[in-house]
């Protein structure tokens, strides 16, 4: 995770972005690949197994990040205890799934950029226009095509490869990106995505991960620790059982207050004295 990585996936995307933003029809011809003109469907769409690979691919990604949230959890139930993994470790996975596969995708662009996915566009049987990366105002109205992600999960992995022990750093770099080609493939091969999708995805996965890994371990502003980590959460937990006890407690005075007086309860009942 440094400049000379950050600068080559720029400058790969850039190239991407403008090659395609010129020859549009270039991600229709990729899509095309997989396309079977005499059904008139995306054939992997039917085939089980790839919908199993699918699904798989998916639960791979959440299984690197699921450690982490469970040590979180443990944590805000038992302060007293140390984090299961390092705390800078927790954040910095936790935090960058959270971006890659929800805000800058499900949250944001596939949300408000309407262009549609391939199945849906007229070249391919549907009743959709085709529209190019960079134009947002295309038919489709939720859920839409850009960016991918599955494809931005995926290459989420890049995150817990950039964890990894200098020795294995680099072949778990290429483990994932080898892994989130080949779902990103998988989605374009169902006709949910076309390449600009995926690429998109995926530098968008890269910036995030490339930003908070600085953030966290290499710039040195940052006053990230393992230990501020640990502190942070356990001022949490106790906050969050001094609110509860206070709230039960006053719940309690509140349901049980003190008992009239037995003289005033008397006079009550039976009318004040001569």
């Known amino acids: 995770m440094n400049r000379t990585g950050l600068f080559i996936a720029l400058a790969i995307w850039l190239v991407i972005a403008l090659v395609f933003g010129i020859f549009p029809e270039l991600d229709l011809k990729l899509a095309a690949l997989f396309y079977d003109s005499e059904t008139a469907s995306f054939p992997l769409r039917e085939n089980w197994l790839a919908r199993v690979a699918r699904d798989g691919a998916t639960s791979i990604a959440w299984a690197f990040v699921a450690p982490a949230i469970i040590a979180v959890i443990a944590k805000l139930i038992r302060p007293e205890r140390r ?58 109205p939720r859920n839409c095509s850009f960016f991918s992600g599955e494809g931005a999960t995926a290459f989420w992995t890049l995150a817990p490869a950039a964890l990894a022990p200098p020795q294995w750093r680099l072949p778990a770099y290429g483990a994932a990106i080898v892994f989130g080609s080949v779902t990103s493939l998988m989605r374009m091969a169902f006709g949910g995505h076309f390449f600009t999708d995926v690429a998109f995805a995926a530098l968008a996965s890269f910036i995030a991960i490339w930003l908070f890994h600085g953030v966290i371990y290499r710039w040195q502003c940052s006053a990230f620790s393992d230990e501020a980590v640990e502190r942070w959460l356990s001022a949490r937990s106790l906050a969050r059982r001094r609110k509860a006890a206070g709230t039960s407690a006053a719940a309690a005075n509140g349901m049980g207050g003190p008992a009239p007086d037995a003289g005033n309860a008397s006079e009550a009942a039976t009318g004040p004295g001569p």
């Open 83 to 140: 984090l299961l993994v390092p705390g800078r470790a927790a954040v910095f996975l936790i935090v960058t799934m959270i971006l890659s596969a929800g805000v800058l995708t499900n949250f944001s662009f596939k949300a408000f950029w309407g262009r549609p996915r391939p199945v849906a566009v007229t070249e391919f049987g549907g009743t959709n226009h085709f529209v190019a990366w960079w134009n947002p105002r295309g038919d489709c």
